[in-house]
């Protein structure tokens, strides 16, 4: 599932949703992984919300499902931005200016590693590695990957992405999360 098709809580009808996906899985101790990799399929991301009723309907205690929402990096407990930034810092990318790189995408989006930015455009991740060290250092935006970038190309790459979605929404000036601000 592409990161646009995803629907927050607040868009959908939670409570059923989730129902619906701990019912088929039974509410089997053993589904717990699987429980919330669907919710975070369905929502994009698994909310505190969601491990309440998660806990309600299984029985599983919250603490519990949250030290696996923390521990396993598959898991997020808040949105993505609609752009999501992946820095490689494998042994490759890093001794060819990773840090440099992130430095230049968490400045230019507002968002340190790990987090999104405010505007929702852009989630920044540091990764171990995306497997393509001869191109590196290697940055991918969403499913593109860009081979060789430097801390300019990739300031380049967040203002560019930030120029379209502004034209793509209509923003002139400032927006707010893609809307126009009021």
Do not use: W
Not at 9 to 35: C, F, K, S, W, Y
Not at 85 to 102: F, M, N
Not at 106 to 111: I, L, S, V
Not at 126 to 132: E, I, T
Request: aromatic content about 4%; overall charge negative; charged content about 25%.
């Amino acid at each position: 599932m592409k990161n646009t098709e995803k629907t927050n809580l607040a868009e959908r009808n939670p409570v059923e949703d989730i129902d619906q996906i701990v019912r088929r899985h039974n509410v089997n101790r053993g589904a717990t992984i699987p429980i919330l990799q669907d919710i975070q399929n369905t929502f994009g991301y698994v909310a505190t919300e969601a491990l309440t009723r998660v806990s309600d309907l299984t029985g599983i205690s919250e603490s519990e499902l949250y030290s696996i929402v923390t521990f396993y990096s598959q898991f997020r407990l808040q949105p993505s931005g609609k752009n999501i930034i992946r820095v490689c810092h494998g042994t490759a990318c890093h001794l060819a200016g990773a840090d440099k790189i992130t430095e230049s995408v968490m400045h230019e989006t507002g968002a340190k590693a790990g987090e999104t930015s405010e505007d929702g455009l852009f989630t920044v991740e540091k990764v171990a590695c995306l497997g393509c060290c001869s191109l590196a250092p290697v940055v991918t935006v969403n499913d593109e990957t860009l081979a060789r970038v430097t801390p300019d190309k990739a300031r380049a790459l967040v203002i560019e992405s930030r120029d379209a979605e502004k034209e793509k929404t209509g923003c002139k000036g400032e927006c707010q999360h893609g809307k126009p601000a009021v």
